[in-house]
């Protein structure tokens, strides 16, 4: 009978580590946490941004427009120096944006960083910085859905979302489709679930669902599975902090980062049109796991240089 008791707890406590890790209640957000870049060897640090490839500087045919949803970016870091930037405070709309957690800024390094110490993906693209996380990392369906109207407005090319609901909302679900229709990409966080079910908004039919690799280009544990478009570096990775130094993270929120870059680096070269942008993407992917499509990979990894290097 005590045996029969422990393994019910045991179950109960596994259960209940999968509702937290997969929480999407009231709004809430799940997204990844930082940990401060202190003692590893550059080099580990730098290798998804090698195994990526870089855009090729001053050699844009197109300059293209990418909006992060996030907490914000703090643009005063030496790495954005060179860059464009437009913003929009879905959360309170009359403030000028203050990255207060951390992890939008980490995004953007990863994507734009113009090589002070790293060399983000896509070499100086447009960025449009939509805060819609708070200081905790938290944010609300309705303000999403805000960010999203401003970015269709602005007519931009890719809008990065880095981080998961746990639940499908119809107002998120419906201003996506506005979003795609206008011919807009989508990269989304497929979210750090134990292998368990993909997260809102990377679930929706048409929306690029990134899941995480590590640096022998095997999924990541945590990463989700089951709807997932592509696959990208999101394991030991170096990237921009809001205090304006480096960081290490982890997770599928910055592998959205790195297909992001890639994404924005092939359409600096040739741009996209509504029908072919799948197209173009899987000819510049490199297969993983099993081969063609799977589960946990997706079509496999979207590279920024394949054949040129």
């Keep these: 009978m005590k045996k029969s008791k422990a393994l019910l707890l045991f179950v109960s406590c596994l259960v209940i580590l999968a509702i937290v890790l997969c929480w999407g209640l009231s709004g809430d957000v799940s997204e990844d946490n930082s940990k401060s870049y202190k003692t590893e060897k550059e080099k580990d640090l730098l290798w998804g ?51 207060d957690y951390g992890h939008g ?73 506005i979003a795609l229709d206008n011919n807009i990409t989508i990269t989304a966080a497929s979210g750090n679930t134990l292998g368990l079910t993909v997260e809102y908004p990377a679930k929706y039919e048409g929306v690029l669902s990134i899941s995480s690799l590590n640096e022998k280009l095997k999924i990541d544990p945590i990463s989700a599975k089951g709807k997932i478009d592509f696959s990208a570096p999101g394991v030991n990775i170096k990237t921009t902090d809001i205090h304006g130094g480096y960081t290490k993270v982890k997770g599928t929120s910055f592998a959205t980062a790195f297909a992001t870059g890639a994404i924005g680096c092939l359409y600096s070269k040739k741009y996209k049109s509504k029908e072919n942008v799948h197209q173009t993407l899987k000819k510049n992917t490199v297969d ?18 394949k054949g040129e290097n």
């Excluded at 938290?138 to 609901?165: A, H, L, R, T, Y």
């Excluded at 993983?288 to 240089?305: F, H």
């Design 288 to 305: 993983l796991g099993k081969l063609g499509y799977d589960r946990e990979y997706g079509n496999g990894m979207i590279i920024c240089n």
């Design 49 to 99: 941004y090698k195994v990526i490839g870089h855009e090729k500087p001053n050699n844009h045919k197109n300059y293209v427009k990418i909006a992060i949803l996030d907490s914000g970016i703090n643009k005063s870091h030496k790495e954005f120096k060179d860059l464009t930037f437009y913003e929009y405070n879905a959360i309170k709309p009359k403030k000028s944006i203050e990255d």
């Design 105 to 177: 800024t980490a995004i953007a390094g990863i994507i734009a960083a113009t090589g002070e110490e790293i060399k983000g993906i896509s070499q100086n693209p447009i960025i449009y910085d939509v805060k819609v996380l708070n200081k905790n990392g938290k944010g609300k369906v309705e303000d999403v859905v805000k960010g999203i109207k401003w970015c269709i407005e602005q007519k931009v090319d890719i809008i990065n979302i880095s981080f998961g609901f746990g639940k499908d909302y119809d107002e998120l679900r419906n201003v996506i489709k």
